[in-house]
C-alpha cells in the first residue's frame, strides 16, 4: 500500500468555527481571535493493488479557481475521477468540506464523481439536521441524493474485503475510525480522536470533544493495541509527522 498525505497547511479556529489561513513563519498567533487554535489539516489517500480511497476531504478551500485537494492530488498524480473510495470519519467541516464543490451559478457538485462515498448515517442525519457552526450543510447535503454513496449502520462493518471501521462515538456522537489491511500491513485512521503523534503519546482529555474521556481512553487502547500488531497510524491534523509506524 502507498500513503499520501494531502496537506492543506495550517489554520487558526475559535469559537466561531471559521477557519483562517495562519503562515507558521509570519503570522502570531495572539494576533488571532480569544481563544484561537491552531489546526493542520491533512486528509490521506491510500493506493491499494484495487483501489485508491480518500480518508476524509478537507476544508474545501479553493486555490487558483481549483479545490486545495484536487491540486493536492494532482500533484501526486491522481486525478479525481481516479478516487474510487471516500471513506469519512466524521463531517465536520474541516473533514468533510472537499465532499463537493460549488460552480460560479452557486450549485453543488460532487467532487469525485466515481467514488463510492461512506458516511454513518446517524452522522449524516445529525449534519444535516444540526444547525451548528462545525457542519457546512450546504457542502454536505449533496449525499443526501447521490446514488453512490452507501450508509454505514450499527457499530461496526466491513467495507469490501480490505476496510473495516468502528463507530467509536468520542469526538462527535457518529464519529468513526477506519482500518485499511493489505499484504499483512494495518493502517489505522483515527480521524478527530487520534489526530496528532503527540495525542497518542500523552493522555488527556480534551474539552472540544464530544466525550472526551472515551476518546483518551480509546487512544490508549488502539496504541497498545497498534503496537502489539505493528499498526501505522495516519494523523490529520499532524503534519509535521502525518504518520507512524509502531514497532511490536
Known sequence: MKIIPLSEGSFTVDG????????????ALEERGVGS???????FVVVTETDKILLDT??????EGELQLVKNLKANGIVPQQITKVVLSHLHKDHAGGISYRDRLGHY??????ATYYVHQQELQAATLQQSASYNR?????????KNVV???GDEG???????????GGHSKNHIVIWIEEAGR?????????????????????KYDYNGRRAMELRQQWKEQGQREGWTFLFYHDIKRPEYTAMP
Open 58 to 63: 478537507g476544508l474545501g478551500f479553493f486555490s
Open 158 to 168: 466491513r467495507i469490501g474485503e480490505k476496510i473495516r471501521w468502528q463507530k467509536s
Open 186 to 206: 494495518q493502517i489505522f485512521f483515527g480521524g478527530d480522536e487520534a489526530p496528532q503523534f503527540q495525542q497518542l503519546k500523552n493522555k488527556f482529555i480534551a
Open 151 to 153: 450508509l454505514l449502520q
Open 37 to 43: 487554535l491552531l489546526v493542520e489539516v491533512q486528509p
Open 16 to 27: 466561531s468555527k471559521e477557519f483562517i489561513p495562519f503562515n507558521l513563519e509570519k503570522d
Open 109 to 114: 457538485h460532487i467532487s469525485f464523481p466515481n
Open 138 to 146: 450546504d457542502a454536505i447535503s449533496i449525499l443526501l441524493n447521490e
